[in-house]
């Protein structure tokens, strides 16, 4: 089969959010700018979707959905469709000078814009008017989750819901108008990626939020009782880290039910994760093999059970739906011969993280002489701490044995880390932009387990040294990467 990555490549982990405007304007094709120069041909993202109130892109209102956060107030005002972007603008203020974009594009917008949007509208309607429907009732319903909304609307009434449409319709229109925008600024966005020979990695979870306009939409593609509460839910067993486990709350698939309606719902979700990237991580990868399933009454991840999921049926009707499939697997942690199976049988890399490599002995998988070519190698990933903060908090003795392990390099931390990356057989290496600016304590994207002070770094081009990038581009091209 042919591999996923075609070549020995390096790339970068930054989210949209991070950028020093965190938006998809001018910072954005800026950093592409930097991408190339520093001779790196891979830009990994985080998903986009519209978050929840803790921000976290792992937990989002929907997984077709591009967070209206992420739109460029400027791009709008270039577009002729604003007059001024509003400085510091807060969500209010967003949402304010998307609805007057929306009617200017409606007023005196060019016939070929009022086009687009009605030919996006359309092609898209597989979920956008469910999305549409969904944000316009949470929002007349005070934020509240779907499941507490007025029970006709709950359970999708056809009358409620054309009622919906004919009183919020003003403010439906709008949403799709804010999809249309950010999916456009995507779409140029990637354009551009590839104009710099730089192709763009995207993310997606495998379970979704229980509070997301696609469970509430496809309630029979999940395991719910008739209040829409889930049955069970999603969750990894106790191990090492944890004597209870990890209790995540995501409703479970009902596979049964996909596979009877063949995988349509997976269908939808694969083709818009492939029209928006050239390469797709899949976090949670182990759960196409089989899923810890919790009864969801229960407030730790005990009492759970290992339930069998059809992931060679579900693989096989999406390789005949779009051909080859540019996965990456997320298969951290304890992972069965059966999860490694699935994933090589279809030839998708898996991952290794560098700073996980000095636990234990010799035979740590991740140490760099463990390493083989069907990985994307990471110092670390987003749930990490900077490489050069993680370096810093190890024991004396930790710090002398990855220190002994490379050599006594003179340069400090993260470079030795970074040079494993890039040195390595794996065919791809990704580095945190965090560590490729070198920084350390307060600068990590997320601290799992923790519900506050995550998802809001950002960098400022200041930061940049001035020959960060013909550095980079230095390295890359030493190993042999592009």
């Known amino acids: 089969m042919e591999p996923t990555i075609d070549k020995r490549r390096a790339g970068i982990l930054l989210h949209p959010s991070s950028l020093p405007r965190g938006d998809l304007g001018p910072d954005a094709l800026r950093f592409l700018d930097f991408v190339r120069d520093a001779g790196l041909s891979v830009w990994q993202v985080l998903p986009l979707g519209p978050t929840h109130a803790d921000g976290s892109p792992y937990h989002c209102l929907s997984v077709h959905a591009i967070s209206p956060a992420l739109i460029s107030l400027e791009s709008l005002v270039q577009r ?71 029970q006709p609307v709950r359970d999708r009434s056809s009358h409620a819901l054309a009622e919906t449409e004919r009183r919020l319709g003003t403010r439906i229109e709008a949403i799709r108008f804010e999809q249309f925008v950010a999916v456009d600024q995507w779409q140029q966005l990637r354009a551009a990626a590839r104009a710099r020979g730089v192709l763009l990695f995207g993310d997606m979870p495998i379970f979704v939020a229980h509070d997301s306009a696609e469970v509430w939409a496809h309630r029979d593609c999940f395991k719910l009782d008739k209040y829409g509460q889930p049955i069970e839910v999603a969750g990894v067993p106790p191990d090492y880290f944890s004597a209870t486990g990890q209790y995540w709350g995501n409703p479970m698939y009902d596979w049964d039910c996909m596979r009877a309606q063949g995988f349509d719902w997976w269908i939808a979700r694969m083709q818009t994760e492939l029209s928006r990237f050239d390469l797709v991580r899949v976090d949670h990868f182990r759960g196409f093999e089989a899923c810890w399933e919790i009864p969801a009454n229960e407030t730790t991840a005990v009492n759970g059970r290992w339930v069998k999921a059809p992931g060679d049926a579900l693989f096989n009707t999406l390789i005949a739906r779009f051909g080859r499939l540019p996965l990456v697997a997320e298969d951290l942690g304890l992972i069965t011969p059966e999860v490694t199976a699935l994933r090589e049988s279809y030839g998708m890399p898996g991952m290794a993280v560098l700073q996980f490599a000095f636990d234990g002995g010799p035979d740590n998988p991740y140490l760099p002489h463990n390493l083989k070519p069907d ?38 931390m993260p470079w030795p880390l970074i040079r494993a990356a890039l040195a390595s057989v794996g065919r791809l290496a990704v580095i945190p932009m965090q560590d490729l600016l070198g920084h350390g304590r307060g600068h990590r994207m997320n601290t799992p387990g923790t519900a506050s002070g995550n998802w809001g770094w950002r960098f400022s081009w200041d930061q940049l040294p001035p020959d960060l990038a013909a550095g980079m581009k230095r390295l890359v091209g030493l190993y042999g990467r592009e």
Request: proline fraction near 4%; charge should be negative; charged fraction near 25%.
């Open 80 to 150: 002729g469709w604003l007059a001024q972007a509003p400085a510091n603008a807060d969500a209010v203020t967003r949402r304010a000078a998307f609805e007057q974009a929306h009617q200017s594009l409606l007023a005196r917008g060019h016939a070929d814009d009022r086009a687009a949007f009605e030919e996006f509208c359309s092609e898209q309607d597989r979920w956008l008017r469910d999305y549409a429907l969904y944000q316009a009732l949470r929002e007349d319903n005070g934020e509240e989750p779907w499941w507490r909304w007025p």
């Open 375 to 412: 990985l994307v190698v990471y110092t670390g990933t987003h749930d990490n701490d900077t490489t050069a903060s993680w370096f810093e908090a190890l024991s004396a003795q930790q710090q002398l044995r990855v220190v002994d392990y490379f050599g006594y390099l003179h340069e400090p």
